[in-house]
């Protein structure tokens, strides 16, 4: 079993930056596959961001250039800089973590608040 804790959100005003962050515990994180998911109100739920150990990481198109993705496997932990934030990027962020190879997410954290706003 797996569990994720995230924190970093908040409000901040637009153009400006958030470093997301989500810890994991267990001893097989590195094995892990870690996505950052988010719900914007009234919205579905989206992948923005995933990371495998060493593989390049992937993004939604509309964050690449904006938001980079990283995980420290020392740490257990994988970040979310978020740099030139835009009111659409409002949202709650889930961190997730799958099996490699699998196609579905098996873990989530509890979400944080991402609000961008003047």
């Known amino acids: 079993q797996v569990q994720l804790v995230e924190s970093g959100g908040g409000l901040v005003q637009p153009g400006g930056s958030l470093r997301l962050s989500c810890a994991a515990s267990?001893?097989?994180?590195?094995?892990?596959?870690m996505g950052w998911y988010r719900q914007p109100p009234g919205k579905q739920r989206e992948l923005v961001a995933s990371?495998?150990?060493?593989?390049?990481?992937a993004y939604k198109d509309s964050v690449k250039g904006r938001f980079t993705i990283s995980r420290d496997n020392a740490k257990n932990t994988v970040y979310l800089q978020m740099n030139s934030l835009k009111p659409e990027d409002t949202a709650v962020y889930y961190c997730?973590?799958?099996?490699?190879?699998?196609?579905?997410?098996?873990?989530w954290g509890q979400g944080t608040q991402v609000t961008v706003s003047a």
């Open positions: 997730a973590a799958k099996l490699f190879p699998k196609r579905t997410y098996d873990y």
């Open positions: 267990g001893s097989i994180f590195s094995t892990l596959t």
């Open positions: 990371i495998h150990t060493g593989y390049a990481p």
